[in-house]
């Protein structure tokens, strides 16, 4: 603080949706949302972790082209936003940052590493340091690069795979206010980050985030930032990206809460949002400045303006509430698919349509999703489909107002069991089979992209059939339970009851009991345990990795736990589709080259300027 | 050293080939081997890195009955060599380790997991600390435990994501002599466990490992020994597994080298075998004994035995030549495949004989692998196939010995037309995936794995049809180029007659163009470019990671490579064959569940000695 008046500051907290890969279209989304945040008055703006390359990057952080191309980026974006007229807004942006210096990389600078043998010198991944960076951009610059100090790896991130971590603590003054910089994870760490630039004195933390969406996650990130602040001393704006990438789905949820613990704003979740927030700043209250090494971190401090911005009169902040429980998984589940249809420039989807309940809620998921002219059921009737299952599948799609076709599967089915003798489990597969293929055959006739219905109870079990029902290119239900399934498809109905719209889905699908149809009379009760009872095993089991011993103790059945768990162990198998091969070379497809399926970066754009064009 | 004298021993490798997963099976084979080299007369025999649980376990790691399964079964295993009558001799084992005292996992003491939402106390992963450990058993005893310290998290490692670090070196006097404990990746570090046992002064260092294969791989290991052995100032006695895991094989190149770089002994690759080596040491040519914190690490010393051994006549070395590439490769293919059909337990493999190159050269690697009686080939003749597709394909299997069927595929191919509208790339897809469905109706009906005969070539360009050639349990040449199946097929042609047998690979397969006969007169050249300039662009873009820039200063033709980077790039779907979904919970099938299909580890075997019987 230069003098002991009130400073005040209005920050803006950018929730938007990047595309993984593509450097041009994300810088563009950030001159367009601060272009919006400069004319609400913003003075800081803060867009969510690796805004420019979308988060996960994945492998794409180990390709060298790419790194320099986001280092290029973020300069160019700071001279574009200063050339559109936007230089005095001070804008937090995530890159991969990637020094050419010949510094260490994650894996350690003496490291002669197993898988080098065939390396040329210069593609050897050692060279350069790839850190997960934010940069404050102001007049035209680069005014100050914070690196990522916890990298997490564990469930969903590797990001030890990728980046060395920081250590220093960035802290830049702008109109008088002192804002430390820190990313994500450095966020839920005790004594990281938030404790040093506590001891070091700030006035503000701004923390751009990826953090994936989960059930009832919203109802820990709250408190977590709240102990934050208490450690920073100081208010902390928490910005979350929203948007599907590949299995992932981002919630938003983005929140600014002061150094006491009042929730400030928080932002509405699963969509893009600009949320704004006036701070005034107490320079009396104010913790003294101390520089230089403290605890685990070097402090640096930055100026970029002392002078405070005028007096103004501050606005309330906007509070959403978080959505409930059916209605966060229904909106994750639509942006999910959305963006994985819409990112990976794909028209149009097609789907069988059986008349049971999870290709009944699909259909629903995909018309709310791209709208009912992009969606395309296909009902395929076997000589073992029930008269309701052809009048449910055709209700289901005429209440969605989506095209729909039917192409009974009786004649390829003889053909095939004229020419090779199948019986039982075989036979069964057979009749998904040939729907899987004609399916695919549509597919690829028309461009649609084939959508599976898979549930995850199913999934886990094994109770599908490879290259049939577990055919296509996302499986927008793929993580719901059974059980959960049939809870939104209500809650779905529901809502649009209350709205005086008509129910999507059929109550005949939501009401009877399931099966494959794929023998006389079968029900999935004659293979499995009730849903109830099998989903709470898979949560146990699969979730959260507990073993035999844990889960008697919460008092499962031994006789369901032992048949669940044989099931789900078996079916490992099933759920890796895309066949292994021993690895011979450098880079095999499959365990060590991870790409994103949603990726905008192309190799053959000679430049990230011309790739906008 | 307690005298001047110089003490002798001798040290055996047990170059074994584990099991993911299966507790019991892995301490029974190192009691069999133990006995095998104490029959040889070998004092201390070394195992591979994480013998008793396999490597990779991945996942498994998380589970916290496993890892309290591995702890108990090291104790075990000790007691159970001595109850055997072999407790004088010692034994270094790899286990997995995880003490339940709270000390931090591999996210550190501090973090709040982002994951951890839904953890029930006794479930969260944070408690326990789980080690990549080598034990020293002897006396019944458990007499020493390393923990690795350099974990690898590159390519196809993700120790980061389980292991905490090691920070002592741990020192076992032996006879007289003193052993240094290492694991795997501590050998690749300069500086690392070497240097500071190097520092603290020992007379041997011993290491476990788990190191994959890669073509030309063994070149680099004899170097980097060396280089260990010097800094170390002592023999480096350096045990690999052998055998395939999932996408993974190992290739054992076991071997011992001397302090001053003279290679002692070096074990044949690609099978099990017992390689022994005698040592002698000079004491008063012996460095300087220091002890306590040197470097990075604290060193510890235990003493097991202060007598040397009684002298006996060292026996000169077996110094096993590596081989060649084409051989190494081949024999690579052949153990990953067997490991991972007879590690499954599955009976038999079924394939689709097309009269090309492809099918024929996995037929023949199939059939080295298992036998000819457990290998079904199949023809499935279209109206575009050629005559001498079908008379190739019977003669590749009738030079093979293997079983061989014929199915043509025009009435199931009819049907489907007469019931959709297929053409171009629809209508030949279609034809694969009768292909596909007839042969998964073989596969469940007899039990028989699927082999999918896709290459590198062909998958890195997506030249297949997803679920139709390209459906399968196993892919044995996914990691071979197009260019290298013609040599591997010359290669194992030459191998027959040197040999004065049949060659297994007609003639004809190798020298005709290729084909995918999916439409009248198709080559794959009117798709693709040359397979020669596109094995090349592959090797460098997907392998070594480079990006266009650097593609054309490495003289690649500048269409040719903007042609191969957008097949490779827009790929990427195809190969991921199993669908994604939007994950919603703690754990999704996917992205951050990751379990070897291959894994004995069934939580419902009540404990490890039950589950060997």
Redesign the interface.
Known sequence: MSDQQPVQLRVGLAQVDTRVGDLAGNAELVTTWTAKAAGDGVHLVVFPEMTLTGYPPE?LV?????AHASEQAVAELARTLADQGYGDVAVVVGYLAHSGDGAPG???P???????????G??N?RTGTPRNAAALLHGGEVVARYYKR?L???????E??YFVPGTELVIVRLHGVDVALTIC?DL?????PCGVAGQAGVDLVVSPNA???????D??RLP?VRRRAAEARAPIVYCNQIG?Q????FDGDSMVVAADGTLLARAPQLVEHLLTVDLTVDPSAAPERREGRLGPMTVSRHVVSDGPVPGFEPRPGQVVSPLSDCEE?WR??VV??RD?IDK?GLPSVILGMSGGIDSALVAALAVDALGADRVHGVGLPSKWSSDHSLSDAQDSAARLGMHYSV??IA??V???E?????????AE??QA??R???L???S??HGHLLL?TSN?SE??VGYST??GD???????????PKTLVWELARWRNAHARDRGQTEPIPENCILKPPSAELAPGQQDSDSLPSYEELDAVI?D???????????LERGHDAEV??RV??LV?TA??K???????????????????R???T?RW???L?SVREGAS
């Open positions: 492998d180990l390709r060298e082209s790419f994650p894996a350690g003496e490291v002669e590493r197993e898988d080098a043998a065939d390396l040329p210069d593609a991944p916890h997490p790896n564990y469930g969903v991130f590797d030890a795979r994870e839920w760490v005790e004594g990281g953090s994936p969406y989960e059930r009832a996650k109802d820990l977590m599907g590949d299995e992932l789905v998984v994750a589940l999910g698919l994985f990976n192409v009974p004649p390829m003889d053909a095939f004229s020419s090779v003798e199948l019986s039982g489990v075989a597969n057979l089979r040939v899987g293929t004609l695919m055959g549509l690829n006739q599976a995850k999934v886990a490879l290259y577990a055919a296509g290119g996302f499986a927008p239900i793929k993580d719901v949560a089991y699969v979730d959260r990795d507990l073993g035999m011993a844990q889960l736990v032992a768990l044989r162990d490992e198998f759920r890796r589709q895309s066949a292994p091969g021993t690895k011979i070379s450098l880079k095999a497809f499959g365990r060590d080259r790409l994103p399926i990726n192309r190799e053959s000679p």
